[in-house]
């Protein structure tokens, strides 16, 4: 029988296997009883202004994952944050983000969505020409500009950071990405830098980013939202949770089913729990037994969210069968669990709460993830304005 590649055996790290641990033992989540958040959180225009300056113009955040641009020389543009970037992977591998700016009259220097494949970059005006390291590597009539040094010239790059099969930026010219790196122990154990990029896909939702993050906070709604996709997989699934800098980490699964799994085996774990990551402040990576898929979320106002999904597979599909397979997998989670269940949900949520009629939400024990993120946005915006 023909079979579709699975990821490598690797070992769980210590905090994924603490998850797994509390889980069997039953110490999960504290039971913090019935808390709320207020609904303005997602209808105040005026409050998702004070987000987009405090941290989606400031926090490190995550571009997208490394299989976008597997090879050298590669580049791909990036809208999504308001701002023209470029994402590049020079001639030694690695990965940079400038400005999507050429130095000279300020044009946009590549056009497009799509990854590009070139060794450099022409401006489609006047033909400067720079690397995939941000480089001027050359302009016409040079001796029309007498004494300038193409070394001063070069694109604006801004801070990055490529570990465990992620890229992130920081917006502004500082950022921190020790909490990345830590992360990106976890996603070296999950094989993450070895997939490869099956599908890629943007979805256009009319809800606040927030009430799309909230469906990877909590189960509660999985086995009814998802009752025909995946809701019977996680029947009576049990959670545990924890925290990495702002991120939040989790795993899911029936503790009955991990007795006499070895938990230090992380195909086996995956087999039987499902890892979900929450990067601060909107990405999602969700971890299926043999694939995964990240979730970048890219708010264009307090009611409007650019969700652009990536499905990460161990490797390119080489036969017929395998891309079946690998297709319905696809049309399973972007199609169907996210763009008709996930995101359905957070569009009727935003409906429903520009009306007016509820003030507050009202959580209850097994979605106590959604508080603790609120008050880390609260958190990182009280850091940010000092």
Known sequence: MERTATLPGTTPTPGQLALARQIAEGCTRANHGVTTVPASAYTDPAYWAREKALLFDRAPQVLCPSALLPQPGMAVPHDATGRPLLITRDGDGAAHVFVNVCRHRGTRLVEGQDVQCSKRMTCPYHAWTYALDGRLLALP???????????????????SCEAGGLIWYAPQHEGDFT?????GADFDALALRDLHLFRRHTHDVPGNWKLIMDAFLESYHVARLHAATIGPFFRDGVTSGDQIGPHQRSLVCRAEELDGVDLTDMAALRRIGTFAYQLFPATVLVISPDYINVLALWPQGHDRTLV???MLIPEEPKTDKAQSHWERSWQLLDGGVFGSEDFRAAALGQQGLESGAVQVITL????????RFHEICEEQMELAEG
């Open 179 to 183: 909490h990345a790196r830590e992360l």
């Open 141 to 159: 009539r040079p001796e029309t500009f007498p004494g300038l040094d193409k070394a001063d010239f070069g694109l604006v790059e801004l801070p």
């Open 308 to 310: 652009e999904d990536f």
């Open 364 to 371: 209850g024990t097994l979605e106590t993830g959604i508080r």
